[in-house]
């Protein structure tokens, strides 16, 4: 048990949960977050609270942000969107098929490590911008590495509304893309229309696979479609399953009415339990 607190690097981008230590942020604050090139300013989306689960493994803020910080942030900023403006300049200047996704500048810190722009973009192929890059490093006076995104890379960055109404997965909470397969669609009988089973992506959505663990159990022991059962209500067919409710639907023999039943009674090793 211990203390957390989330953070964001910006507005309704994805969240980092720390370990707060002595302090006590709340919403709104503006603190200090340990990165690989220095620590970096965000803001407070959720004060610091006691939590049930182990956070040794969780970073630790290293402060407040003070004066300061918040004038290297704003500077960190102004770079960024500098960067950003002269690369859709230079990439339609060279006539080159890429679109700018993100920015990502470090500012020297005076002990030899000068400032770099890192430039991610997409492209519907490999692209040769050799030249791209001089020009770049001669207009923005810094080092420029040039990255190219994968499809599902760039919905992360740039974030966006799921077909659900809710901000992307990959944006916010997902660490890492696991595979989806046309399978799991087929598992749930979801329409295999590429409109309604593709995220913003373009490639498969991500929640596919949040629920079919659920099915796949399901499907081991509920029985097929077509399958004759017997229900309290009497004997029938199954002519439909309810995955989300753990239910079968029966067209009963008697008088061609549907039952919805649980997949409990009307599963073989359920009646054998009850019959003994």
Not at 170 to 181: I, K, M, S, Y
């Amino acid at each position: 048990m211990g203390m957390l607190c989330a953070v964001s690097f910006q507005r309704y981008g994805r969240l980092y949960y720390l370990d707060p230590g002595d302090l006590r942020p709340q919403v709104g604050d503006k603190v200090l977050v340990p990165t690989d090139d220095g620590p970096e300013v965000a803001e407070c989306v959720w004060a610091a609270q006691w939590v049930t689960e182990e956070t040794a493994g969780f970073p630790r803020l290293a402060g407040l942000a003070q004066d300061e910080d918040l004038r290297r942030d704003e500077e960190l900023r102004r770079r960024k969107a500098e960067a950003k403006v002269a690369a859709k300049r230079l990439i339609r200047e060279h006539g080159l098929p890429m679109k700018v996704v993100a920015v990502d500048h470090v500012l020297g810190n005076g002990e030899g490590g000068g400032e770099r722009s890192t430039i991610y973009f997409t492209a519907p192929h490999r692209v040769d911008f050799r030249s791209l890059v001089r020009d770049l490093g001669a207009t923005l006076h810094c080092r420029v590495e040039l990255r190219q995104l994968s499809a599902r890379d760039s919905a992360r960055v740039q974030g966006g509304i799921g077909s659900c109404g809710r901000d992307l997965c990959c944006a916010t909470f997902l660490n890492d893309f696991e595979p989806v397969t046309i399978r799991m669609a087929k598992d749930q009988d979801l329409p295999l229309n590429p409109l309604r089973i593709s995220g913003a992506c373009g490639r498969l959505m991500c929640c596919l696979k949040y629920e079919h663990p659920l099915y796949q159990k399901f499907q081991e022991s509920a029985p097929a479609i077509g399958a004759r059962v017997t229900t309290p209500e009497g004997e029938g067919r199954v002519v439909g399953h309810s995955v989300p409710i753990d239910a079968v639907t029966v067209r009963l023999d008697a008088d061609g009415s549907r039952s919805r039943c649980s997949r409990a009674d009307v599963c073989g090793s359920r009646r054998a339990y009850d019959t003994r």
